[in-house]
């Protein structure tokens, strides 16, 4: 029993994530991710010191998992997003449990993303700073 008001629940949130805030102003369906039919939709996870590593392999491991058979007859085409990982420096970095994790990009060379995904983590005034210019676009 307690299973199903959860799962109701579960449903109610995800109708609620699925628009944008209510602070923002405009157009609300550039908010929602809609699979291109060609081409993905970068993910960029930002991760610096001590980063939570639930925080960022969750969602990488939904993100990762997304199908869409559509796009095209191959597991490659099928698949929507592009992650990749963005941190201040190149260097590995040690994360909770004392994972080490080397970033695919730095503040400086990282892809344009369309969603940012920010585990908690030690950041820095660069990292934000990417986040805030990235994330105006």
């Avoid at 081409?39 to 990488?60: K, S």
């Avoid at 085409?77 to 004392?98: C, I, S």
């Avoid at 344009?112 to 210019?133: C, D, F, M, N, Y």
């Amino acid at each position: 029993m307690r299973r199903r008001r959860f799962l109701k629940g579960g449903a109610a949130a995800a109708a609620v994530f699925d628009a944008p805030p209510a602070s923002v102003p405009g157009d609300a369906s550039k908010w929602r991710l809609t699979p291109p039919l060609r081409g993905r939709i970068p993910v960029a996870f930002v991760l610096g010191p001590g980063a939570t590593m639930i925080d960022f392999a969750g969602p990488w491991e939904v993100f990762q998992d997304v199908m869409v058979p559509e796009r095209g007859p191959s597991h490659e085409e099928q698949m929507p997003f592009a992650l990749f990982t963005v941190a201040e420096k190149a260097a590995t970095l040690r994360v909770t449990g004392g994972m080490q994790v080397t970033p695919d990009s730095t503040v400086e060379n990282a892809p344009p993303p369309r969603v940012i995904v920010i585990p908690a983590h030690q950041g820095s005034p660069k990292l934000v700073e990417w986040v805030r210019t990235a994330s105006a676009t």
